[in-house]
C-alpha cells in the first residue's frame, strides 16, 4: 500500500512552488522509511524547479539535504532502526556493481546514479521526488547516519553543499602545508571555508564584493582577496595548491589560474555551462596546471565527512524557513542574501498552506 | 672576442627566412661552444618567425632541436669535451633559484627560463638565437648529453618533440596497465605513441584523417578511432586514464573528455589560444576529470627520456632539408605534410646562399 505524501512541488518552470500531494512507493525489504524533519535548500533546487538545466519532469518535489528520523525499516534492513536521526542526500540508488560503485564513488556510477529527485527509479521506473515533504523512503545503502552530537537543522547543508566541498579537498590531499582558495561566499565556498581550515591548510578567500573580511575570517579564512582588483589578484600569483571554486553562474578562470603553484589546481563544482570566456591554455601549460571538476561525493565519503563534522563540531551556518516562505529563499538566495544556506522546517508542512 | 655566426633568419613577420650573419658572445668560464649539425624544425619556429604569439623581436634565428659537437669548453666545464656529441633544447638558462628550478623544473622556472631563441641573455641582455645556424655557445647546465647509440640526425627532434610529449606522461605515471589515447599525429603524436608503447601503455591514435591506420600501427598504437566518428568516439567512451593531446590549432575537446574514465586526464601540450569552442563543466564535473598543461620538460628529465630512448632504440622519424629548404619545409609543415619531422643539415649552410 503506497504512503500518501504531502510536500511541495513545482508543476511548471514558471509556477511558484505550492502544496502538492502525491505518493511514495511501499517499502522494500531494503527501504529505510525516514519522517523528514529538516531539509536544506540548494540552488540546484532552484535549476530544476525552473528547468534551467532542461530535462525537468513536472511535477517536482526538490529537495537533497534531508534530516529526519527513522519512523519503519524493511527486513533486511540491519544497520538502521525506528528512531534513529539519518540523513539522505543527493542520490537514493546507483547501478551497484560499475567500477566507480565499487569504489565508493557512486556519484560517478557508469549509468548514473538515481538522483534524489526528477530521476527514475531504477526498479519501479516512477519518478523520484525530494525532502520539501514530509516523509522518503530510501535504499538502506544510501542513508547517512547523523551523529548525535552534530545539531540535525545545520547539518541539513551537509547532505549536498558539505559533502560537495569535502570531496575534492579530500580527493586532493588538502591537508596541513596546503595554501588554498575558495572561490565564492554562498552555501558551499562557507563549508569550503570551514573544511580547508579544519583540514590544516592556509585559506584564502576570493571574493567579487569588499566587507567580508570579518566573515571569511570568522569561518576560517586566513586571508580575504578581492579578485577585481588586480593588484591584489597580482599579490597572490603562484601562490596557491588548490582552488576550490564554488561560484553557480559563468565566470572568467583566468585571473585564478595565474594564482596556482606549479601542480595547482582549479577545481569547479558548479556547473558553469559552458566555461566562458574561454580559458587560455598558456594558463595552464605554464605551471602544468589543471582545470577539474568534481560532484559531490560517494556515500562511504558523506559518512566520513559528517563523523568529522561530529568531531570538529563544523556545521553549515543556516536560516530556517517555513515550507510556505520557499519562494521567497529563492529569490533571496539569487540575491545572495542568505548566511548562508535556508533550511526548512518540515514541521511547517502541518500547517495550512 | 665574440663569434661570427651564419645563420638563417626571418627580418619580419612577412620575410621568408634568409641567410643572415650575427655575433654570439665570447665564452664565459661555464660555457660550452657546439659547432652544430642538425636542427629539428618545430612549429614554435614558424609561429615565431611570424608573429603569431606576437613579442617576436627581429631579426630571430629559430631552432630549438639542436643537434651538434663540442669544439670549445669554458674553464669551469667539467662535464663536457671538446668532440661530445651533444644537444640543446627550447632553454638555455634559468633564475637556478626558484622552487623550480630547485625542483629540476626549469621550464617553469618562476621568473621564465630563458629560451633558445627570441629571448632576453639574463648576463648580457642580448637576444638569443636558435639553432638555424653554425655554432651556438650555452651554459653547461643546458646541454644535453647525446647516448653514442643514437643516430645524431632522428635525434634532434627529441630535444623538444621528445620531451614535450615524454615529460607528461612520465609525470602522470602512464606506464603498464595505463590506457593512453594520443590526440594528432605529427611530430609530437608520433613521439607520443613510441614513447606510452615503449613505457607498457595500451595506445590508441585519435585523428581526423581516416587512412591511417597502418603507421599509426607502426608507431606503437594498438587502436587507431577516427574523431570525426560520433560512433567510434561512442564505443571508446570512458576508457582512458590519460589523453596526450598534441593537436596545435584551436580543437573542440569536449568530445575527447567523454573517452576519460574517472579521475582521467586530458593534457595540452600546444598552445591552442584560447579553449574554444568553450568546455563543458559537466564534462569534467561528472567523472572527476582534470584538463591540464604541460611545458616541455627539465634539463634533468631530458637526459633520461635520451638515455631511454638509447635504450630502447626510439628515435624521431625525420626527412633532413637543406637550410635553403626551410621556407617551403614551413608550407608543408602547414599542410602536415612531413612523417614526422623536417631535420636541417646544417652542413648545407657551407654552400652558397
Redesign the interface.
Known amino acids: 500500500m503506497p504512503l500518501n505524501i504531502r510536500g511541495y512541488a513545482a508543476r511548471s518552470a514558471t509556477a511558484p512552488l505550492a502544496p502538492h500531494a502525491f505518493e511514495r512507493r511501499d517499502p522494500r525489504p531494503d527501504d529505510v522509511v525516514i519522517d523528514i524533519l529538516y531539509c536544506g535548500v540548494c540552488h540546484s533546487d532552484l535549476h530544476t524547479a525552473r528547468n534551467e538545466w532542461h530535462g525537468t519532469s513536472y511535477p517536482v518535489v526538490p529537495g537533497h539535504e534531508i534530516i529526519g528520523k527513522v519512523s519503519a525499516v524493511g527486513d533486511q534492513v540491519s544497520q538502521f532502526k525506528v528512531g534513529d536521526m539519518v540523513g539522505v542526500g543527493c542520490m537514493v540508488d546507483s547501478c551497484r556493481h560499475c ?2 560503485c565499487d569504489q565508493g ?1 557512486e556519484q ?1 556510477c ?1 549509468e548514473l546514479p538515481t538522483f534524489t529527485y526528477n530521476s527514475k527509479d531504477r526498479q519501479d521506473g516512477r519518478m523520484t521526488f525530494g525532502g520539501y515533504s514530509e516523509r522518503i523512503v530510501v535504499s538502506d545503502k544510501f542513508v547517512l547516519h547523523i551523529p548525535a552530537t552534530l545539531d540535525p537543522k545545520s547539518a541539513a547543508p551537509l547532505l549536498c553543499a558539505g559533502i560537495t566541498t569535502w570531496s575534492p579537498l579530500r ?1 586532493w590531499k588538502v591537508g596541513k602545508g596546503s595554501k588554498v582558495a575558495v572561490v565564492g561566499l554562498g552555501g558551499l565556498g562557507h563549508m569550503g571555508l570551514k573544511f580547508a581550515k579544519a583540514l590544516g591548510a592556509e585559506v584564502t578567500l576570493f571574493t567579487r564584493s569588499p566587507g567580508k573580511e570579518s566573515e571569511a575570517r570568522r569561518l576560517g579564512a586566513g586571508y580575504v582577496v578581492l579578485s577585481t582588483d588586480p593588484a591584489q589578484m597580482q599579490a597572490v600569483a ?1 601562490q596557491f595548491d588548490f582552488i576550490l571554486d564554488t561560484v553557480p553562474q559563468q565566470h572568467d578562470l583566468n585571473p585564478y589560474l595565474g594564482t596556482l603553484k ?1 601542480n595547482g ?1 582549479h577545481v ?28 559531490i561525493g560517494g556515500i562511504a565519503e558523506t559518512q566520513e565527512m559528517l563523523d568529522f563534522c561530529a568531531k570538529h563540531g563544523i556545521s553549515a551556518d543556516i536560516e530556517m524557513i517555513a515550507i510556505q516562505d520557499i519562494n521567497e529563499a529563492y529569490e533571496r538566495m539569487l540575491r545572495s542574501d542568505v548566511r548562508y544556506r535556508f533550511v526548512i522546517d518540515i514541521a511547517s508542512l502541518g500547517r495550512a498552506a
Do not use: K, T
Not at 569547479?268 to 560532484?295: K, M
Open positions: 567500477a566507480a564513488l560517478y557508469a580527493h603562484g606549479i589546481v569547479l563544482v558548479g556547473l558553469v555551462e559552458p566555461i566562458e570566456p574561454p580559458v587560455h591554455a598558456a594558463n595552464i601549460i605554464f605551471g602544468r596546471r589543471s582545470i577539474a571538476g568534481s560532484l
